[in-house]
C-alpha cells in the first residue's frame, strides 16, 4: 500500500479533499494512505513554536530545522518490519524543480512520499540536507506547500493500479507521452444555443466510423 505522510502546521486544510471521491475509495480499499501531521507535535516550548527569525534580518519567519528533522524521524520509521520500504522525502519550495509528469510517474514507483510543507519565508536553508529533492508546481509563490503537496499526491496516485476506474484514462491523456496534449472531447446535446450560436458536435463524432474518429482524434491532438 502507497502511503503519502503531509508534515504541516495546518493539517485539518487537505482532510476533506482527500476523504472525498477517487482518494476516499482509494482508502477504503486499502491501495493508499494519506496521512497529514502536525509539526507542532514535535516542538518542545509551551507555545509550540516552529518558526523564527531569520539570522542576518529580513522580513518573514522561517520554520527551523529542529522540529522539521525530528518530524522526519518519527514519520519515516514507521515502516515495514517485512520488508524494506523505499521512502522519499520531498520539500515543496517555490525555488523547487518544476513538476511534471514524468515525475509523477517516477514518484508512483516509491512505496513512501513524505512532504514537507513550508509556510512564510521557507525553511531553514540547512531543512535541505534532510530532503530528498525540492518540487515546485509552478513559477509563482502560495501562502504554504499544502496545496503543491495535493496537486503532487494526486498526479501520482494516478499512476497507481486500481486508483482510477480505467487504466486506459490515464494511458492516453494529457501528458501521459511527452509534449502530448489530449484532442477535446465531446457529449449530449449533440447541438447547443449560446449567445445565438449554435455550437455544434463535429460531425465525424458522430459518423460511428471508429477508424475515421480515430484520425480525428489523432490530428486534434497536440504537441506543446
Given at each position: 500500500m502507497k502511503r503519502f505522510d503531509i508534515i504541516t502546521i495546518f493539517p485539518e486544510i487537505l482532510e476533506s479533499y482527500f476523504n472525498e471521491s477517487l482518494f476516499k475509495r482509494a482508502q477504503k480499499n486499502k491501495l493508499l494512505t494519506v496521512k497529514a501531521h502536525n509539526l507542532r507535535h514535535w516542538t518542545t516550548d509551551r507555545h509550540q513554536t516552529v518558526d523564527d527569525k531569520p539570522y542576518g534580518g529580513g522580513v518573514g519567519l522561517l520554520f527551523k530545522i529542529e522540529p522539521i528533522y525530528k518530524a522526519l524521524k518519527a514519520v519515516k520509521s514507521q515502516k515495514s518490519k517485512i520488508h524494506k520500504v523505499k521512502t522519499r522525502i520531498i520539500l515543496t519550495a517555490a525555488n523547487g524543480k518544476r513538476f511534471t509528469q514524468k515525475d509523477a510517474v517516477r514518484l508512483a514507483k516509491y512505496d513512501q512520499l513524505i512532504f514537507v510543507c513550508p509556510r512564510y519565508e521557507g525553511v531553514d536553508a540547512r531543512v535541505g540536507k534532510l530532503v530528498d529533492e525540492k518540487i515546485s508546481i509552478g513559477d509563482y509563490v502560495l501562502a504554504g506547500g499544502e496545496l503543491?503537496?495535493?496537486?503532487?499526491?494526486?498526479?501520482?496516485?494516478?499512476?497507481?493500479?486500481?486508483?482510477?476506474?480505467?487504466?486506459?484514462?490515464?494511458?492516453?491523456?494529457?501528458?501521459?507521452?511527452?509534449?502530448?496534449?489530449?484532442?477535446?472531447?465531446?457529449?449530449?446535446?449533440?447541438?447547443?444555443?449560446?449567445?445565438?450560436?449554435?455550437?455544434?458536435?463535429?460531425?465525424?463524432?458522430?459518423?460511428?466510423?471508429?477508424?475515421?474518429?480515430?484520425?480525428?482524434?489523432?490530428?486534434?491532438?497536440?504537441?506543446?
Open positions: 503543491p503537496a495535493a496537486v503532487i499526491i494526486e498526479a501520482v496516485s494516478r499512476h497507481l493500479p486500481g486508483f482510477v476506474g480505467k487504466q486506459e484514462s490515464v494511458e492516453y491523456e494529457s501528458h501521459a507521452t511527452i509534449g502530448y496534449l489530449e484532442h477535446p472531447h465531446y457529449t449530449r446535446p449533440e447541438i447547443f444555443v449560446a449567445n445565438g450560436k449554435k455550437l455544434r458536435v463535429p460531425k465525424v463524432l458522430l459518423s460511428g466510423h471508429h477508424g475515421e474518429v480515430e484520425e480525428w482524434r489523432r490530428k486534434k491532438s497536440k504537441k506543446q
